[in-house]
């Protein structure tokens, strides 16, 4: 059944609305600096942009395309550098170290004037990007591996154009948003109100609408890791670098946050066959990849009951869900499979091993590790 249409605010409202948001922004940002002041700025590697669009472009670290080409799609929802939070604690090192041609799409704020951007969009531009990076790797595909919603859009892609594709690795995606299939999808689905689709949404207004709907996630959680990191220097400063990357808002699309909170959590149009992308109905029996999940089970957002549902349906055996523990310093449990210690000793090993398998690729020697 169709929502009706909710009824515009008086202009007057609107822009009281948007100077509040800019005020609480500028804010967050100044929390960020202050952070800076003592040393937990970003300190990310090296990397060239080799292909863009509208609202995207393509990072290329290490300055090589040797070894096997893997993409990272990160979650629209912030900067991308957590993926690269810190020399001890970073996907892009590890992997660079692993042998592979290491990718990372940026996803860019919207610009005045550029027309509202939706699910489609971002799908086509994980596409655009892999075929960038086959060009410059003769022909030879990349595994795509996302975190969170990028993990969403990354199967997405990988159901429309499963060709593109060597694998697909989930980071904490969920697939499935049946009720009761996580905590978090049942208050997003709880809440009545619509995201206007014909406008940039704040990101500080996607900060306080998930603290506000999910306190004990994004708030309670985050404090408990405060206090228990106390005891470890080495948690208090992932913590740290989380929470300075957790101030640094970015706006998104108003048709993005509407396409995520109606197609997805409320009507679950993916694991149904139902989400409809270059004229054409997708669903599991079209994601024809091998795929790689992995799962904390304390995280209320991409947890294993929002996996299984969706590859009980897939048409490929080749299909694997990786379990990691939860951890003290990485603020949400979310966030440990990017950001935690033992899932970079532990758990990345096994990413790299399933990746280099799945990729075709020689696995090297291990080398001295970029910092």
């Known amino acids: 059944m169709e929502r009706p249409a909710p009824h515009p605010l008086p202009e007057a409202l609107v822009e009281l609305h948007a100077a509040q948001l800019a005020a609480m922004d500028e804010w967050r ?161 709880a809440q009545k109100s619509e995201t206007p689709e014909d406008g940039p949404v704040a990101g500080s207004q996607l900060s306080q609408g998930c603290a506000l709907l999910a306190p004990t996630t994004f708030v309670w959680a985050r404090w408990l890791d405060a206090a228990l990191s106390l005891a470890d220097p080495a948690a208090l400063d992932i913590h740290l670098h989380v929470e300075r990357w957790a101030l640094d808002e970015v706006p998104l699309p108003g048709r993005l946050v509407h396409e995520i909170v109606r197609w997805l959590y409320r009507e679950d149009r993916f694991r149904r066959g139902r989400i409809e992308l270059g004229g054409r109905r997708l669903g599991p029996q079209e994601l024809r990849l091998p795929v790689l999940a992995l799962v904390n089970p304390a995280d209320e957002i991409g947890p294993r009951a929002a996996i299984e549902p969706f590859f009980a349906l897939m048409p490929t055996d080749d299909v694997r869900i990786l379990e990691h523990p939860p951890e003290v310093g990485v603020g949400l449990q979310h966030l440990a499979i990017l950001a935690g210690r033992r899932a970079h000793a532990q758990t990345w090993p096994e990413i790299a091993a399933w990746v280099h398998a799945h990729a075709g690729g020689i696995r090297p020697a291990p080398s001295a590790r970029r910092h």
């Not at 960020?32 to 937990?40: N, P």
């Not at 300190?43 to 609202?55: K, L, T």
């Open 29 to 189: 940002n100044a929390q960020a600096r202050a952070l800076d002041l003592f040393g937990y700025q970003p300190h990310e590697c090296r990397y060239d942009v080799i292909a863009s669009g509208p609202h995207w472009r393509l990072r290329r670290y290490g300055g090589t395309t040797g070894g096997p080409p893997l993409m990272f799609a990160p979650a629209p929802i912030k900067r991308p550098y957590v993926w690269d939070l810190t020399p001890q604690v970073s996907a892009v090192r590890f992997c660079l170290d692993s042998g592979f041609a290491v990718y990372l799409v940026e996803w860019l704020p919207p610009r005045t004037g550029d027309a509202p951007a939706g699910i489609a969009h971002y799908v086509l531009a994980l596409l655009t990007a892999a075929r960038a990076i086959a060009a410059g790797h003769a022909g030879a595909v990349p595994v795509i591996a996302g975190h969170s919603l990028g993990g969403t859009l990354a199967a997405l892609a990988g159901a429309l154009e499963p060709p593109r594709f060597a694998g697909l690795v989930l980071l904490g995606a969920p697939l499935s948003f049946d009720p009761g299939s996580s905590p978090f999808r049942d208050v997003v689905v």
